[in-house]
Nanobody, 125 residues
Framework: QARPVESGGGSVQTGGSLRLNCLSS????????MAWFRQDPGKKRVGVAC???????RYRDSVKGRFTISLDNAKNMLYLQMDSLEPDDTAMYYC???????????????????WGQGTQVTASS
């Protein structure tokens, strides 16, 4: 099973925007839930946003109102629009997918089995 491929990361100033893209080699409609995670070196990987096939989305508290996750099954793409970026958003961002569809999507990394290799996001003041 090929990994999904993330793109769209980069370096921006505080307050800037980026859109992360995740291209899945598998049909995204076969996944119950897809998500974005992030990880700083030496720290645990944490959930940022997730969305199920019903369009129900869930966000980490620190990104609510700034980040928007979306899924396009026709293109096999998952997106993360990130606005008002802050230095604390700096991390490697990973796309992930799970076969299960939860009524309330999960932000726990152990629930996901299909992972990309990540794209770096850096926000500096």
């Amino acid at each position: 099973q090929a990994r999904p491929v993330e793109s769209g990361g980069g370096s921006v100033q505080t307050g800037g925007s980026l859109r992360l893209n995740c291209l899945s080699s598998e049909h995204t409609a076969t996944f119950g839930t897809m998500a974005w995670f992030r990880q700083d070196p030496g720290k645990k990987r944490v959930g940022v946003a997730c969305i199920n096939q019903d369009g129900v989305a869930r966000y980490r508290d620190s990104v609510k109102g700034r980040f928007t996750i979306s899924l396009d099954n026709a293109k096999n793409m998952l997106y993360l629009q990130m606005d008002s970026l802050e230095p604390d958003d700096t991390a490697m961002y990973y796309c992930a997918a799970a076969s299960r569809k939860w009524i309330l999507p999960s932000l726990l990394s152990e629930e996901y089995t299909y992972w990309g290799q990540g794209t770096q996001v850096t926000a500096s003041s």
